[in-house]
């Protein structure tokens, strides 16, 4: 039979026990309605592909309405005049790589490369962010709305809606050379990063001394060893992990600095060392350090288990800063990585180099040390105060004005 398809011809449509039922929509060619012998209701639609006919199915009646199973057809038909298989269309996509499964092949192969933080912090975005905003998806039909929906929807934690979207650009740049989607097409190049907000928390010298003080007074209630952690920290403007994690074997107190291999520090990558000169204050505090140890000791900064490092650094902080904080002195806002602003904050006030600072901080792009910047001596402002005082010590050999009367 042939009629428009409206819901309630549809639906008026009785099964026939001893055949199927087929009706034809007057408005999309090729349209059908099967009544199975059941009673069961199914979209299909009929077309012909290199000289063979055959149905494809659509989906059932109440799964799909009726402007949806034309949307359908249509697009079938649109797939058949290009030359297209519509059955081969669905089977490859139905067997196309999805963003979940994408995510798992690219995390095995590219986290290998990566410091084990960071690996973890890519991971953990791409199992409780990506994947269950658009891990269904097909890497193909990644679209900009669905990257969209997925940065968007993790508006109100920026900093992890970022790193959601630099995984999701990198699942891309591998699915290019897998052949997934085509070279350029990485949907996640035109989304825009919610802005970042630098910290620009560093202890002043009053604070410095109450930090001080205060690791003095718990050096024997949070232990030695995280007390001299958190001074070498001070001492060195290092990351927290490369100094809770150090190995005596990294250290060289004849050349006075710290080595780390590429894979043991964040600026790495594959091929970057890092050198991290030592002060005398921190070559002292290391030697005692050295004096003081077992011969079988291999970190620095031992816990009571024997063969790992000490742990939770940052509850230690905590502690400090919140006895620091008792002489009228309030440092319960600085964090423990701050400690490394101060350190660069105190080395460009003293007048030295951003370039130098950098290199010293283990820094791979300018920009990093440019927060410093404003700590620095302005040179206008030096150059103004030193051809004043030259001009007004010429001008006081000459005589004095007189007031006004």
Known sequence: MRLE????????????????????????????????KRGVKTFAFKYR???RQTFIKLGRLGELTIDEARRKALECRRQVTEGTDPQTVRREHREALTVAQGLERMLSEHTPRLRTSTSHAYTRVAKNVIAPAIGSVALRDLAPQHVAAMHHG???????????????????????????????????????????????????????????????ALDGNIGSAFADCLRLLILTGARKSEMRCLRWE???????????????????????????????????????RRAAADADDVSVFPSAREGIPIGNLDRAWQRVRAHASRDGIDVTDVHIH???????????????????????????????????????PSPAALAVEDTSARIAAALGGGKKRKGRK
Request: net charge neutral; charged share 20%.
């Open 338 to 376: 701050d400690l490394r602003h101060t350190w660069g904050a105190m080395a460009t006030s003293g007048g030295h180099a951003l370039q130098t600072i950098g290199a010293v901080m283990g820094h791979r792009n300018a920009s990093t040390t440019a927060r410093y910047a404003h700590v620095a």
């Open 49 to 51: 592909h290199n000289g």
């Open 154 to 216: 993790q508006r109100h934690y920026p900093a992890e809606a970022n790193t959601a979207l630099v995984v999701l650009s990198m699942l891309c740049r591998y699915a290019e050379r897998w052949g997934e989607i085509p070279l350029g097409a990485n949907p996640c190049q035109h989304q825009r990063r919610y802005p970042s907000v630098a910290r620009h928390r560093y202890l002043t010298p009053d604070e410095l001394t109450a930090v001080g003080v205060s690791i003095d």
């Open 250 to 288: 990294q250290v060289d107190l004849d050349g006075r600095r710290i080595l780390l291999d590429p894979s043991e520090h964040k600026t790495g990558g594959t091929t970057h060392a890092k050198q991290i000169p030592l002060g005398e204050a921190a070559v002292a505090l290391l030697t005692e």
């Open 5 to 36: 398809f409206k819901p309630r011809t549809l639906v008026a449509i009785v099964a026939d026990p001893e055949r199927e039922v087929t009706a034809w929509d007057t408005l999309v060619p090729g349209l059908a309605l099967r009544v199975s």
